[in-house]
DNA sequence: ACAAGTCCATGAGCACACTCATATATTTGG
DNA sequence: CCAAATATATGAGTGTGCTCATGGACTTGT
């Protein structure tokens, strides 16, 4: 009974707050300056590089005080990260809702899922350069570990994860076969440095690249054992 | 004449201060203070972390003004790479100078190389921790390419392909197997990863981790193809 | 042993990312 | 429709890593 009851005084007013929606002046406000923040920061960085881009000229730029950008993102960083994460759920996306692939060898979707993200973040190549220079920042090692970043990793792999599954035969998983998700995540920040460096006309050597790797490794994968 | 007493005048000098060795009080001044400063840093660093050590108190602890630490380390993390640099080169002259290893198998080597890397670091644990979080800092990829640390890598993958070179017959050189050493330095860095994660008594797991993955790998080089 | 030259410790100062108390704008309740 | 409650924009302030002009300590040449 009264836990019923609490149940019930609990959920009706939430739904009743979502199913209404006034979308009010706040609401509003604070959802056009977000975008205002992002689309700034990311003008700027691609001009002026990570580093050498301000929080105040960012708030600047989108006509706020500077304060006020820290009321969206934690950190600099934060706003840079949200960037990433856009690159990654469009490009995850754009192999899901692509119905030719469906049916496609597995090298044929890791490909495709790779040059989606390169795609992506061709436009922002030198503020990309910028942030894999500032990614090391402490002494030496890695840089992929963050935590703030590890969800990201986290949806990225598992993509990758469900990939595989849908291509690899159950039983054939070999010992090392479960790593292969988080593998295919340094692959491709490997990837990313080569398109990096690249300066091929079209990164044509990326591509290349990619293909001869891609099958190496998937045929691999699939006969397995040493 | 003119270039010929230039060209005296300058290498003599050079020279003759390179042979004569006055140890004046200025270099053994300096030797003194940049030993202090690496060791107030790690202390600190062991204590209260990267992030939370301020470089005016790693001055302080060393007896000198703030800016006199910029005159020995460009900045706070290279201290932290000098660090790294002792590890590397430390564990690289472990291997090197122990007799029984010569004419072990490379895995043996390998196993040797990373255990000794790991022995030095185990007493600044927290620190590595610390700076593992820090590393990624900006967006989300890499940090084991910046332009400081590629010195310290290049010393270390060439180490290794000297091993591999001594254990594996030249003309049995897989496609791959050029890029072995590259792929050894992350896979380095991802049993440090395993290595700060492992609360197994005697750090045990990853010691086995080592072993095993270590046979898979030089067994896969060795017959390789896929 | 002295003068000229060179090195380098110094600490006030700078620009930066980020914080916080306050003011202001918006929503809510009656 | 107004007052209380709430959300949030604000920008001066804080502590940080790092710079730089200066003077004083050391070295060199004679």
New interface residues.
Partial sequence: MTIRKKLLSKTKPRVAAKAKRPIGKRAQNKAAIRKRIVASALSLFQTKG?DATTTKAIARKAGIAEGTVFNYFRTK?DI??H??EQEVDQAIASVRENPRLRKAPLEEKLFALVHAQLEFLAPYEKF?GA???????????????????QE??HRYVGFVQELLDESLPKNQHT??SFLAPEVFW?YY?GA??FWLHDSSPGKQHTLAFLDRSLS?GV??LK?GK?
């Fill in positions: 990570f960083e840079a990260l960037f990433f990309i942030a894999f220079i500032h990614a090391l920042k402490p002494a030496s090692p890695l840089g992929i570990f963050s935590h703030r970043a990201l990793r010992p090392l340094i920040l990313l440095l190496i045929s691999f006969q040493r």
